[in-house]
Nanobody
């Protein structure tokens, strides 16, 4: 069983930055692809970023490309999402997800484990 706990959310002004962290328990973390998703009120949960097991490959949603960076520290069982130049439309609950495969995973249905989320609010 893998447990994921997100942290680092908060309230920030447009143009500001936040760094989200996702701490994972379980011995399979270093062999697992990880991802970040977000869900705004009244909207479906959407893909934000993904990283493969080693951290050597990443991919992003077009809406965050060039502003967000996903990374991981397998020694600390943690995955990060650095968010720069935040916009009001980035406001959402952000979720960390873990998969059972090593390669990049984009589709939420292919993730097996989910955190409870951390709220990010960007004011204009």
């Amino acid at each position: 069983q893998v447990q994921l706990v997100e942290s680092g959310g908060g309230l920030v002004q447009a143009g500001g930055s936040l760094r989200l962290s996702c701490a994972a328990s379980g011995r399979t973390f270093s062999n697992s692809a990880m991802g970040w998703f977000r869900q705004a009120p009244g909207k479906e949960r959407e893909f934000v970023a993904a990283i493969n097991w080693s951290g050597g490959s990443t991919t992003y949603a077009d809406s965050v490309k060039g502003r967000f960076t996903i990374s991981r520290d397998n020694a600390k069982n943690t995955v990060f999402l650095q968010m720069n130049n935040l916009k009001p439309e980035d406001t959402a609950e952000y979720y960390c997800a873990g998969g059972q495969f090593r390669g990049l995973i984009i589709h939420r249905n292919q993730y097996n484990y989910w955190g409870r989320g951390t709220q990010v609010t960007v004011s204009s």
